[in-house]
Structure formats: C-alpha cells, structure tokens
C-alpha cells in the first residue's frame, strides 16, 4: 500500500512555552534574517487562560493554512501549498506589493526592506526533506515545538483555536496547540484570586 | 600575451548588467583566472620604453577620482587623524585641484569647506572616533550592513555579499575576519583599485560601475548625510560633501537615480 | 603587471604623492588566486562563560572564518543541543559594530574625547604609572581591582594574577549574587554541595524555592518538565508568580523575606505528626534534639502562617506531602537569600530538608549550588606572585558590595594609604553596584582607571584608558558550572576582533614592559601560549577523573562531566567541624549569628515608602549583558515595572502609564505592567543595562547587607529584595 501523504503542522506545547523567544532568534540567526522581521512571533496572552492568573504566551510562525489566504490574495502566484501541507512562498516570483499580509487573519508575511520582498517561514522544508527538523524545533530549549503529521495526530489532544488567535476555520490554519494546565494559586490566605 | 584585451571584447552592455550584475561578476572572475598567466617581459619593455599614450580626457578624469577615492579611504582609515594643520593646509590644495575638473557643487563646497576647517584639525581625532570608531556607540557607522539589512550586525550577508565581490577581483582583505570587509575605507579603496586597474582592462570599469551600483550607491549618500547630523566639525563635513559629490558625479554619469 | 604608463600617469595627481607619504602605502588588500576564496565550514566547541546556572556547552559554526551559527552541544546532556536565548545572540554579539575596537585614552574623563593608541602605548602607559606609585609609595597597595562575574573562563583569573605578580594590592573582595546561602550551606554542611540537576527527574516532589529557572536556568527548566510529566508534584515558593511558577502544579504566593518561617512551620507540622526522619538525624547530623526542641518550643503552624500569609492548611498540606514524598527534593534559590535574614531562611530550609532525611538521596536534597567543577590548578592566577620587596605584606581586602564607600572612605582619610589606580575587568561596577552616585564620587576620587571590557558602558565612560577585550569565540577557555556537573572546554573559533585581546594577553603583556622599563618589577610570565596555559589548568588528577589521558581529550567532545554527585553528600561525610550536617553550628555562633536554624525577623517595612521593590533577573539579559544587542533589541527595549490591578487601581495607574519609582536614593521613570503576577504590596523591575537609556534598576538600590556571607565568601552578601519605593503616577 502507497504510504499515505504527510501533511506536516507545527504542535505548540504551551505548557512547555515560556516565552523565552529562543525560537524567534535562533531562526533570525539561522537565515539571516533582516532585524526588523520575524519568522516566529511570541505574544504574551490572557493572564487569566486557565482561570487562576498566570503568565502565559503563544509561540506562532506561518499556520501553513489548509486553505491560504496568502495564495489567493497573491497576484503573482508566489505562494504555493505543497502535498506535505507546507505553504511555500517563492522569493522569485514575489514582487513585495504586500497583499498577502493584508489578506492573511495572522498577519504572517513581513515585508523585507531591503530585498523589497515578502518573507514568511516555510518549516524548514529543506532541512524537513532532508530528515533534519526545523531551527525553532531544534533550538527551543524547552522543547516545545513539535513537527506532527495532521493524518496521525489524535486531535482531542489539541486544539486549533485560541483567544486573541484567528479563528481557525477562516483559513483553515494547521498550527495545533497543547493548553497548559491550571496552576494553584495560594496567595495570602485567598486560594484562587480568580474573583479578586 | 592577451593581457590588455581590446574594450569591445570585453564590454557588456550597461544592459545587461543592470538587469543582471551577477552576471557580470561572472565574467569578471573569468577574466581574473586569465590573469594568473604571466606577464610577457617583453611587453613590458616594450611599453616602458615607448611614448605614453596620448591623454584621454576620460583618462584624465578617472585618475582625478582615484585620487580622490584613495584621500576618502585614507581618510575613513584614520590614516590623516594625526597630520597637523599645516599639512592640511597642503592636502586641501591638492583636494581643490583634483575636484577643480568635476563641475560639481557639493564636491567644490567640500574642499572650500576642508581648505577653510583646518583648525578643527586639533579636534578631528576626537569627533572622528566619536562618528567612526568608538569606544561609544558609533555615531554614524562606517559599515555597509549598518545601512542595509543587518542593522547593527556585520559579518551577515551584507558583509558577505562585498568580500565576495572583493574575491571575484582577486582581492582579499590582509586583515580578513578582523575587520569586516565592508568598512568605507574598504569599499573606497577597492574602487580605487578597480579604477586604477581598468586603465588596463576594461572589464575592471564595468566591475567598478557593478561595484558602485551593487554597493557605494546603496548606502553612501546615507551615511555622508547621517555624519552632517551628527558633526559640526568642518573637516569631517567637508570629507562628507566630498564623498556625496563623487557619487553624485557617477550617479550621473551612469545614469542611476538615488532611491 | 603592467603599470608603467599608467605610473606617469599618477604622478599627474598631487594628491597621490602627497598621501603615499602619509600612513604609508601598504594596500589592505592582496591578492588571491579566486579558486581559494571559497571558505571552509567547520564546527568548533566553545563554552558560554556567563554568570548562569547553566554553563552552556556550544557547537559554533564557522564559514570562511565567520561565525554563522552557534547550537548547544548534543555531548553535554545537560545543555541538550540547545541554548537559551541569549546564547542564540552570540553571532550579534560577536559582529556588533558597537564593541570596542583599539586600546584608546580618553582626553579627560566623562568627555567623551577618545584617542586611539597602539597596544604599546598602552602598555607603556600603564606600566609606567604602575612603577610610578610604587615608588612614591614603597608599595603597589593604592593600585586597586574591581571584577567580577561577566566571564567565568578560568583564564579570566590571568587579572587576579596580574595585579599579584605587580605587588600587594586593593581588592574588591566577595561576591554580590549568592553568599548569605553559600555561608549557611557551609555551617550546616561544611560546604554548598547541590545534587546533579539532571537527577531532579527522580523527585516525587519538587519545590522550587525563590528561584525562577524558567529565566535563568532553562535547562533545568526542561529537566523539571521533564519530571513533571513524569509525575512528579511541582511546587513553587516564591512572592511573585514568575514563569516558573506558572508552570507549576501549585503555586503559594509567599510574603517575601518569611521563607523561614514556612520552613519552620512545615518542620513543626512533620514532626508533631512524627514523619520525620530520626533515623538520619541520629546517624548523621548533631545538634537535632536542640533542634527538635526550639521546634516543640517556640513554634507553631499558626505563627508560621501568620508570618508568610500561608493558610494553616496549606502549610500542613505542603508538610505531609512534602515529608510522605521520598525523595523530595528542594531547590533553594539565591533570590530567597537577598534579604536581612536571607542566610537565616536557607538553613531552616536546609533544616527541613535534613530532618526528613532527604538529604544524600537522588532525588532529593536542599539544592542550592556547588563548586565541586572548579577543579582547576588557577595557575593563571597563581603565575603572579608578589615581587620582593612589596612593604605592604598583604593584599588589602574591600567589600565588593559597598566598594565605592569604602574607596571613598580610604581616599578621604589622610591616615591610610590612598587608592590612585583601578583596574576594572569583567565588570560594569558603575551600571551595576547599587547608589550609582557614590560609585561616581569614588571614582572621581581615583587618579587613573584602566577598564578592559568588550562594550562601552557606564563604567568604560569614567576610565582613561579602555582596552579591548576579545569575545570567547576568540580565544582558548575552560568554564565550570556552580550548578551542573559539566567542564566545558572553549576553541577559539573566530581570529580576535580588530585589535582585541584577552585578559591573559594583557596581563603579559604588561609584564613584559614592567620588566623592560624595570627589570624584576613583575613577575607574571611572558613566554607561554595560551594553549600552554590551558593545559596548566588540568591537573592530571582532574583529567583522570574524566578518564583523560591527556586533556586534549577534552577537545573531542568539547566537554566532560564529573560523575558521583547524582546523591550529593551519600556517603555521610559532611565537611563541618563535627563531620555530621551541624543543625547546631558553633562556626555559625561563633559568626555572630544563632547556632541553631531559628527565625529571624525580616526587615521592618519603612512607613513613608511602603512598597516593596523586587529586582530580579531579566529573560533577556543576564545582569548588564544581552539586553545592550540589537536582536534582543528588537524582541524588547523597553523596561517597565510591574504592578498589581489593586495597586495601580490605589494609584490611579493604568497599563502603559509613566510612572515614578523612588527610593532613599533614587528613582526610575519607567512604563507600567499590570499584572496579577506580582504581590499587592510590591512593584517589580528586572534587573537589566538598557543601552542608550538613563535607567537602571540599581539606580533604586541601597547598599543594605544581607546577614550573612562573610564567614565563606569573605564579605556579607546584599539584600536586593529588602528594598523599599514609592510609586506615582507621573
Ligand atoms: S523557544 Fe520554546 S519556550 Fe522559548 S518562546 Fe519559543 S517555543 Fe516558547
Ligand atoms: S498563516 Fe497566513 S501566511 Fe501562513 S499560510 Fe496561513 S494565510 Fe498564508
Ligand atoms: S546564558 Fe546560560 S543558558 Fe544561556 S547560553 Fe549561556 S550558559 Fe547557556
């Protein structure tokens, strides 16, 4: 039997993530990227995610999206979906009029000043076909992202949705998400300060 | 021996290399394979004793811009911090005597201004290592990459993208990987050199126009007007109107409008 | 080549004549065949030298002779491959056009007029004024050195030796991070000997106790995720609900500087319901029944939850499991020690950790730090001994924490010995010690400063004469964790930076021309390679315990552990007077402090400014390190303190406001951050140099010691955490 297509998404541990932006600088230095861009973005988010107050954050790149809003919006077809899930973007064709940030809800694709191009993560792809995984993957000290395979994973382990992040069914954004747990919270006699 | 090949074999039309420097750079490292074959003594004789050609006004003019390429990196190479006023003095002359043959406003109001500094000689060193060498933080960096992409950061393609072009003509830094290869003083005597060179071999214009195009262009002008920001002093100043100037004359007379 | 026609041609340019007079001829280029100019790829091992947990093992790649990449090394299994995120600045680092380039002498201190000077002069001129002070003085005492942790490579220590091998000298003695904890691990062990964090997976129960790993030890941080996912229970002590604690299964908010307290009432909670250890007590440890009766005597759960706003139930809660958990490991922060009773706090929490036997058990401990790596011969340090003839007899010794006073102090008393000359390496004493204006006053007071540093900072401004320093990727190194178990081993990857040199060059280099202008005036060797003195450092009973032949072993993996402390202190030989862990310490008494782990009071809130102020360490930053480079730059620049809603709301404060924090001797204008995050009664500003911003959280400092610190380290420690603000909306 023909072994079954991949479709590659990244998997965020949040509660793993401690918004260290290891990630973000490891790819910067990696590619070699402009200052001012960023393939990977760490927000922080909701104190209040799972109830008790906490400090919580997000770490996003490209959601390499099932249906691209970055694809449709580009008028010069830069960007393609591979089979693998991956939303490649081609420098070449690229001719930076920025319509692929606008249209994208994640607001991914950043315009490099001095190549006067867009630019946006492509998961590695080179090294993920060359058996290596991602910069952010590899660097991530906490180990936090992962590469999952969309047709293996159990999905009632993750969620694709999360406040303050896109609704996922827009564009049909492959990024997967692990929540962290509660933590209990004493603090001066009040258990859970939720109600403070 | 091939060496001095004629100008139309080696000419790419200004076309194509704007549309494709790469290119050019190829076929410059083409060339600078050939280049390893010796020289002919005999040629070399033969030229030593024979008349000089006769002046080209072109020619002429070129050995004014690599005289002036070679004070602007002396200059940025901090070679002329401990010369004292006197000797400015001398070198303002020669300056105004060079740029007396660009009908050029910014270059003449740069050696005006360098003849009339002279006294901020006694504080040039100071201001200099305040724009250009530290120990603060630079005030207007002598570096490429400061200006483009890697903002405060060399050694990153930027840095890069210039030793490969200094390789490509057969040149590499003596203090490679001490100093980034893309410090003014770098770029301005590489020019220099490409000038100088292609007084033999045409191709070494067309390398100094990729080279101006692909480099000086994109951030010199940038910085000249960021150093006026930051100084009063006159010589500096008038180094930097200077150096404006020269650009400005090649701009024009290759045809490349700033962005 | 032929350049005949095109030579009269160029006599036709005056300037070309003139100029090939000045600075010489020399092109900066040569020529190359272009077949050569493709560059080589290698990897290199080099070794974060930083004043971190963590102590990285790094794999750098190098293209061409540039560094394009640094990783963790996959060899080191506690780095894993991986590097916090100031590591994966280094290439910024490395290639900043801010660092400084060329030895150079300001005109006039603060002026900003540099000149640059050859390494010569600078020699020169330093060696001379070092000849010149001996000779007015018949002794090199007025000649002063102020260093500290900003590179941990061993051979930083070659300044330590420099100044011995020029004579007696002034030293800033101490340390300002750890040493209230290091002097109470060392009364009721002998010594701070940590468990191997990499067995922390092996803990049923983890507090983490005033540390925030999730910041300044991500390694752990993952090995503590680790456990958890394997099931271990995760608790985190602290007042503020850092990354760490967010990441915990339970949270307790204590009032800062109370630690002891809680400590104390959870040992009173076990041992009413008789689940402590005696056993072990008896077996290993004196002083307990004296112990066991100030527990009976003087303490209850009630007082105790009074004290540090923990509910009854939960410390007895946190007591059972605490106790039923074998092992049960604690990690004991250097944040809980910063404050007045900070070394009081650590050994009723070592105390609690000794009664429930936890102690000598993987998996367990009262985890505080370990020197146990530092194995080195400090031959670096030890090469420079006094000349003969030095009057002075000995080194004279000042408080790293208040050194400014104390130079002030010598320098406004006609009686002593003056300080004339200062020496800064590895250290930004100016950003970083707390009442930056006197730092200044005692500065001013000093004739000549030399400072080698690789950025210009605050301290390099008030110097003569700055020298350049090189990067760790430019040179040979060796570090050790305090905390790891691991011996990095650091290549040069990189040629040194312009004209950069590393501390051990200079120390020689000044040797060199002290004994040219006075033979015999120093005797710091002149004649060996940095690579001779790396293998000076690894004596070979060091090296056999890494199973070395040689060490150069070490360069194939590029680093090597030191096994045996998986249980630290199993075998029941405890270094103390007694040989037993001492609950009862007479060298404790004997400093001036309670003989047994009691409470002591914390410090009293002062009326007029009733907010506490916390400073602790910065993710991005690691003291004035990192936060000053442009990729941090451009994740974060801006400082801000963090509020409480209740507070802000008390305030009139909203998110994003400017607001006015004072202090007895200074203030900050800084953003506000509100958040729940913080306790009601305090503010928090991370500790952190901001390059090009008139703010500091030191600013805001006052020189107020911590208890303890003197008895191991040789001076007290400081209680940042003991520090008291007003805040306004501005
Ligand atoms: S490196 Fe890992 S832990 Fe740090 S922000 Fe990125 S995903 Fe989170
Ligand atoms: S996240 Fe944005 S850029 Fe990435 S695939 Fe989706 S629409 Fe395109
Ligand atoms: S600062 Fe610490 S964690 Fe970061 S790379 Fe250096 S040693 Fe590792």
Redo the contacts with the bound molecule.
């Keep these: 039997m023909a072994k079954k297509q991949k479709r590659y998404a990244f998997l ?1 541990n949040l509660e ?9 600088v490891s790819c910067k230095s990696f590619y070699d990227l402009h200052p001012s861009i960023n393939r ?1 973005f ?1 927000r922080e988010t909701s104190e209040l995610l799972t109830g008790t107050p906490k400090r919580n ?1 997000i ?1 996003t790149s490209c959601n390499h999206c099932d249906r691209p809003a970055c694809a449709t919006a580009c008028p010069t077809g830069a960007y393609i979906k591979l089979d693998n899930g991956i939303v490649k973007h081609n420098q070449d064709r690229c001719i930076g009029c920025r319509m692929c940030a606008t249209a994208c809800p994640y607001g991914v694709p950043q315009f490099d000043p001095v190549k006067k191009k867009m630019d946006k993560c492509d998961m590695c792809v080179d090294r993920l076909e060359a058996g290596e995984q991602p910069i ?1 993957v590899v ?4 180990e ?2 992962a590469i999952v395979d969309l047709n293996e994973i159990d999905e009632s382990q993750v969620v694709a949705d999360l406040p303050g992040f896109a609704d996922s069914s827009i564009t049909g954004s492959s990024t997967r998400f692990i929540l962290p747990k509660g933590t209990t919270v004493v603090r001066g006699g009040i258990k859970s300060w939720n109600t403070l | 021996m091939k060496k001095r090949r004629k100008q139309t074999q080696s000419r790419i039309s200004n076309e194509t290399l704007r549309t494709n420097p790469e290119r050019m750079v190829t076929k410059l490292e083409m060339s600078s394979n050939e280049m390893e074959t010796p020289v002919n003594e005999n040629e070399l004789q033969a030229n030593e004793t024979g008349t000089a050609a006769p002046v080209n006004p072109n020619e002429e003019k070129l050995v004014r811009k690599m005289a002036l390429y070679m004070f602007l990196a002396k200059f940025y190479s901090g070679n002329l911090l401990k010369i004292d006023r006197e000797m400015w003095n001398r070198l303002g002359d020669m300056v105004r005597e060079e740029v007396s043959f660009f009908d050029h406003e910014k270059m003449q109001q740069g050696s005006r201004m360098i003849i009339q500094a002279v006294n901020d000689a006694a504080e040039l060193e100071f201001d200099f290592n305040r724009l250009f060498v530290g120990p603060d933080r630079l005030e207007a960096a002598p570096y490429e990459s400061v200006y483009r992409g890697t903002e405060r950061a060399f050694m990153q393609a930027e840095t890069m993208a210039v030793r490969k072009f200094y390789e490509r003509a057969g040149l590499s830094l003596v203090n490679k990987n001490r100093e980034p290869d893309d410090h003014l003083s770098f770029e301005l005597e590489f020019a220099g050199y490409l000038l100088e060179e292609s007084l033999e071999d045409s191709v070494y214009y067309e390398l100094y126009e990729a080279f101006l195009r692909l480099h000086l262009f994109q951030w010199v002008e940038r910085h000249c007007e960021l150093v006026r920001e930051k100084t009063a002093n006159g010589l500096i100043t008038g180094v930097s109107y200077l150096l404006q100037g020269l650009m400005e004359v090649e701009r024009k007379q290759m045809n490349v409008l700033r962005r | 080549m032929s350049k005949v026609s095109r030579r009269t041609f160029l006599k036709g340019s005056a300037v070309l004549g003139a100029l090939a007079g000045i600075g010489g001829t020399a092109s900066s280029f040569k020529k190359i065949k272009p077949a050569k100019a493709a560059g080589k790829k290698k990897q290199v091992f080099s070794s974060c030298p930083r004043n971190c947990y963590d102590t990285c093992s790094i794999v750098t790649t190098v293209e061409d002779g540039t560094i394009k990449f640094v990783t963790g090394n996959m060899n080191n299994t506690y780095t894993n491959g991986r590097l916090c ?1 100031k590591g994966y600045t280094y290439p910024n680092y490395v290639y900043s056009p801010d660092r400084i380039k060329y030895p150079m002498r300001q005109k006039e201190r603060g002026s900003g007029k540099w000149e640059r000077i050859s390494w010569d002069e600078a020699y020169d001129i330093i060696a001379k004024k070092i000849l010149e002070i001996k000779k007015e003085y018949g002794t090199t005492l007025p000649i002063a050195l102020n260093k500290y942790s900003g590179n941990f490579n061993v051979l930083n220590n070659a300044v330590e030796g420099m100044l011995s091998s020029w004579g007696y000298t002034t030293r800033a003695q101490g340390t300002p991070c750890w040493p209230a904890g290091i002097d109470s691990q060392t009364f009721d062990f002998g010594a701070a000997v940590a468990n191997d964090p990499e067995v922390m997976v092996k803990a049923k129960y983890l507090i983490v106790w005033g540390a925030n790993p999730a910041w300044t030890s991500v390694h752990s941080m993952s090995i503590i995720e680790r456990a958890k996912e394997n099931g271990t229970k995760i608790v985190v002590i602290d007042p503020i609900m850092t990354d760490t604690a967010s990441k915990a299964d339970e949270y307790i908010g204590i009032k800062a500087s109370t630690d002891g307290a809680l400590a104390l009432g959870m040992a009173k909670y076990i041992l009413d319901h008789n689940l402590h250890d005696m056993e072990w007590m008896k077996k290993n440890s004196i002083g307990y029944e004296e112990y066991l009766n100030y527990l009976r005597n003087n303490i209850t759960v009630e007082w105790a939850s009074e004290k540090t706003g923990v509910p009854v139930e939960v410390i007895e809660r946190l007591a059972r499991e605490y106790a039923a958990a074998k092992p049960a490991a604690i990690w004991l922060g250097y944040g809980l020690q910063r404050h007045t009773n900070g070394g009081a706090s650590v050994r009723a929490i070592d105390a609690l950790a000794a009664m429930t036997g936890n102690i000598g058990v993987a998996g367990g401990g009262a985890n505080y730090a370990q020197t146990e790596c530092y194995g080195f011969n400090y031959a670096v340090q030890s090469a420079g001994t006094p000349p003969e003839g030095d009057k002075a007899g000995g080194d004279r010794m000042l408080n790293m924490n208040n050194f400014p006073a104390q130079v002030l102090a010598i320098n406004n008393d006609p009686e002593q010995i003056p300080i004339k000359m200062l020496w800064v390496a590895c250290r930004n004493p100016i950003a970083q010690d707390p009442e930056a204006s006197v730092s200044y006053k005692a500065f001013e007071s000093i004739d000549f400063i030399v400072t080698a540093d690789l950025w210009f900072n605050e301290t390099v401004k008030q110097s003569d004469i700055v020298l350049p320093v090189s990067s760790i990727f430019e040179t040979w190194g060796l570090t050790a964790s305090y905390w790891h178990y691991w011996v990095n081993v650091n290549e040069p990857a990189i040629e040194p930076l312009y004209e950069s040199k590393s501390d051990l060059e200079i120390a020689m280099g000044i040797s060199k021309r002290l004994n040219e202008l006075e033979p015999g005036s120093c005797t710091y060797p002149t004649d060996r390679s940095i690579e001779e003195w790396i293998s000076n450092e690894l004596a070979d009973d060091f090296i056999k315990k890494f199973g070395f032949k040689t060490w150069r072993d070490i360069l194939e993996k590029g680093t090597a552990k030191v096994e045996g402390y998986e249980a630290a202190w199993s075998d029941g030989k405890f270094r103390t007077p007694s040989g037993k862990y001492e609950f009862l310490s007479e060298t404790c008494a004997a400093n001036g402090h309670h003989a047994l782990p009691v409470y002591v009071e914390e410090m009293e809130v002062p009326k007029d400014r009733p907010i506490r102020l916390f400073s602790p360490h910065w993710k991005y930053g690691l003291h004035s390190q990192f936060q000053n480079l442009e990729w941090m730059r451009s994740i974060h620049n801006e400082p801000f303190v963090e509020i409480h809603p209740a507070l802000a709301k008390k305030k009139g404060i909203e998110d994003g406001d400017m607001v006015r924090v004072e202090s007895e001797v200074g203030y900050v204008e800084v953003k506000a951050k509100i958040t729940h995050t913080v306790p009601k009664d305090a503010v928090v500003i991370y500790e952190a140099w901001y390059k090009e911003q008139n703010f500091n959280a030191n600013f805001l400092l006052k020189a107020t010691p911590s208890d303890m610190g003197s008895y191991a380290t040789g001076q007290a420690g400081l209680a940042f955490h003991d520090q008291f603000v007003t805040v306004e909306k501005i």
């Design positions: 965020i793993r993530c401690i918004g260290c932006n290891a990630c973000t990977r760490v954050y770490s952010c660097s991530c000290p906490l936090a992202i | 995120v």
